[in-house]
């Protein structure tokens, strides 16, 4: 079973108080492919420009991340830049430069176009509504999503979540797409909307999962924090990637593909960018897994 994702990958120059990465391989989608890729295939959908090299594109290499969904168009890849204050629960965003990432229009290789899950990485509602006219059939559908959305594009917003099945936003955004503080309340709008389970992430708080009931997921204690970028986008890719694998989406594998995000989540802030990723093992990620059942068992 596999995965079609399609989102942004960038070059990301990030600082924050234990010190600074510039111009490292980043983009919601790296974060997801790299993630995902632990548990499943996934077929990445992307575009970048001239400037994305060989160097850069070994970072998929020797994983299970099939590129014949990656565009490389003339101009340059989509850089952002970011700053984080000391407790990294609030940052300020330096630069944007979406390059060739603003003509992006995603076209889905052949052999992608049935697919088990499809994930839908922050980008204009416009796009994410093109992918799901592109799939021919699929199992299972998730999306991302941003306060730009919801802010300029409310209606196309509405629209493409009333077609997935998992929309996943952080809990601030929740509040301001339903328009309620309470975070059960506002929940219980945005089911209204048409998914049929939304997850809230709440940084260092961890993540609720909210369909017919609630499940909550904390986030892991750890020794050392050093960039919280991507953290989120780890998450939805062990949420995706466990769930790919399994034959059906009932309330047991829905709660452990919470924990898998919830550890891919907690490896990614360890170190800037993807740099911990890459050097991630499978044991540390069962070993973490595990760790989280004594952390919440009290039976």
Known sequence: MSIVAVGSVAFDTIRTPFGEAKDIVGGSLTYFALAASFFTDVNLVAVVGEDFNEQHLSLFANRRIDLQGLERAPGKTFRWGGEYSINLNSRETLFTELNVFEGFQPKLPASYRKADVVYLGNMHPSLQQSVIEQVESKRLVGMDSMDLWINITPAELRDVISRVDILKIDDSEARQLSGE??????????????????????????????????????????????????????????????????????????????????VMGSFCVEDFGTRRLERLTWDEIEKRYRDFGSLTSFA
């Open 181 to 262: 503080y309470n975070l059960r309340r506002a929940a219980a709008k945005i089911l209204e909307m048409g998914p049929k389970m939304l997850i809230a992430t709440r940084g260092d708080h961890g993540a609720m999962l909210f369909d017919d009931g609630i499940f909550t997921a904390p986030a892991y204690p750890l020794d050392d924090e050093r960039d919280p970028t991507g953290a989120g986008d780890s998450f939805a890719g062990g949420f995706f990637g466990y769930l790919a694998q399994q034959r059906t989406v009932n309330e047991m594998t829905l709660r452990r593909a919470m924990v898998y995000g919830s």
